[in-house]
């Protein structure tokens, strides 16, 4: 099986692993330091709120996962830009005044952060991701089952669908 297509398989693209989850992120969403900072701006929130925020901002183009929040909220503390406090048993975070300034600062370089996936390309990038998903399941089966001249005929099809995309650059 070619190594790279393999990768993908592996990750969530077909194959016998399936879909991603709801959890992951789907393409690259936008910057989980600037997201948090405005929504801490608005009030305070725990991780799980802050994910689920993000994601309903950028309308599910963008759900980070608790791997990219926690340690931004722990490199924000660190900075001294937040502090937590318990709220009904749950770590909430808050800005303090020295965050607050920090925003206000950078506010500009921040923009909309929940907004970057939506302006890369929002239904069309979800069909071509599962066309893409859909042609990788095809061709993990034919690498699975197939005979050696299947297998071949597969991998051809696929450089000559490489070849196809580049020329799709090219021509614009």
């Keep these: 099986m070619d190594q790279h297509l393999e990768h993908l398989a592996r990750f969530g693209f077909g194959g016998p692993r399936g879909r991603r989850g709801r959890g992951g992120r789907r393409g690259r969403g936008g910057d989980v330091r600037a997201a948090v900072l405005l929504l801490l701006e608005e009030s305070p929130m725990h991780g799980y709120q802050l994910i689920t925020e993000i994601g309903e901002r950028s309308e599910g183009e963008w759900t980070p996962s608790p791997g990219s929040v926690y340690p931004v909220l722990q490199q924000l503390e660190d ?7 318990r709220v009904e048993g749950r770590k909430s975070a808050q800005l303090t005044e020295a965050g607050r300034a920090y925003l206000e600062e950078h506010r500009e370089t921040f923009g ?14 979800r069909e071509s991701a599962e066309s893409l998903r859909s042609l990788i399941g095809a061709w993990t089966q034919v690498m699975q089952a197939g005979t050696d001249e299947q297998r071949q005929q597969a991998s051809e099809i696929l450089a000559d669908a490489r070849k196809s995309l580049y020329r799709v650059l090219a021509d614009a």
């Design 79 to 85: 900075e001294g830009l937040i502090t937590f406090e």
């Design 112 to 125: 909309t952060p929940w907004q970057v996936a939506e302006e890369r390309g929002g239904q069309p990038a």
